[in-house]
C-alpha cells in the first residue's frame, strides 16, 4: 500500500473516530494566510550567511550579520542558516501574526536553535526515539492530535536531521487536516531525507489539498520517477494534471 493510501485510511479513521529579504514564498503563495505577518530577524553575527525559510530562500546576512525577514506568516517554519565554512545550523519556530521575532544564530548551542545532534549515546537515543513514535502513533490513532504532535515535536528537538521523524509529523498534521503544518513538516522530511518517496508524496498530497497543483504535480513526478512499478503515483500524478489542465480552462473562459 502507497503512503498516500496510508493516509487517506488514516484521515478516513480520524473522521469516523472523531536588510529585507526578498523571498519568493513572500509574494502570492498560494497556501499563504489571511493573518497579519510576523518579522523575523536573523542574528548570524556573520556577513553573507545563506538563510532560507522552510526550504525557500530568503537572502543572506549582511555586513553587519544580521537579515531581516518580513512577511513571515503565522505558524510553524523551519529556518535554515549555512555560513560560510560551517555547517548548516536549523531552527524551529512558531511565528505569531503581527509580532517580531529574533532567531539567535551565532552559536550552535543557541536556545533559540535546533541542536544538530543528538545528545544521547547513539543506542539510547535511537530506542528512545522508536519508543516515541510508536507512542505518538497510539496517542494519533486514538485521535489524542495535540498529544501526538508535542510527543513527535520532542523528538525532532532530540535528533533534527532525522527526516522520519519530520515525516511522521507531517503524516500527523496530514490526518487531522492542517494541510500548511503538513506542508512545512514534509518540506523538512524531504530536506532530510531527498530520496525518502513517502516525504514526497506526502508532500505532494499537503500541497494539493492547499490549491497548490503546480508543486503537487512536480512531487507527485518525483514520486514516480523514484518508484515507477507503484501506479498510484502515476494515477495521482494524471488525477491533478487534469485537474490543472481544467482550472487553466476555466481562468480562459
Not at 68 to 91: L, T
Not at 213 to 225: F, H, N, P, S
Amino acid at each position: 500500500m502507497s503512503t498516500r493510501s496510508h493516509i487517506l485510511l488514516l484521515v478516513t479513521f480520524v473522521l469516523i473516530g472523531y536588510g529585507y529579504g526578498s523571498a519568493k514564498w513572500l509574494r502570492g503563495k498560494k497556501h499563504s494566510n489571511a493573518a497579519p505577518s510576523t518579522a523575523v530577524l536573523v542574528v548570524s553575527g556573520k556577513d553573507s550567511c545563506k538563510v532560507d525559510v522552510d526550504g525557500e530562500e530568503a537572502g543572506t546576512t549582511g555586513s553587519d550579520g544580521a537579515l531581516a525577514i518580513k512577511g513571515v506568516d503565522s505558524g510553524d517554519h523551519y529556518i535554515h542558516v549555512q555560513c560560510p565554512n560551517q555547517r548548516e545550523i536549523s531552527y524551529f519556530i512558531s511565528a505569531l501574526a503581527g509580532q517580531r521575532m529574533e532567531v539567535d544564530a551565532r552559536s550552535a548551542e543557541s536556545s533559540s536553535g535546533v541542536a544538530e545532534s543528538v545528545s544521547l549515546n547513539p543506542a539510547a537515543s535511537e530506542m528512545q526515539l522508536r519508543n516515541m513514535v510508536s507512542e505518538a502513533d497510539q496517542l494519533r490513532s486514538s485521535g489524542q492530535f495535540k498529544e501526538s504532535v508535542e510527543l513527535l515535536r520532542r523528538a525532532t528537538l532530540l535528533d533534527p536531521r532525522n527526516g522520519d521523524l519530520h515525516r511522521e509529523l507531517g503524516i500527523t498534521f496530514l490526518m487531522f487536516h492542517d494541510w500548511e503544518s503538513a506542508r512545512v513538516e514534509m518540506l523538512e522530511a524531504v530536506r532530510r531525507d531527498p530520496q525518502s518517496v513517502e516525504a514526497h508524496s506526502g508532500l505532494a498530497y499537503a500541497l494539493e489539498k492547499l490549491g497548490d497543483l503546480d508543486g503537487a504535480l512536480k512531487e507527485y513526478r518525483t514520486c514516480t520517477q523514484m518508484d515507477p512499478h507503484d501506479t498510484e503515483y502515476r494515477d495521482h500524478y494524471v488525477e491533478v494534471l487534469g485537474m490543472l489542465y481544467s482550472e487553466k480552462a476555466a481562468k480562459k473562459r
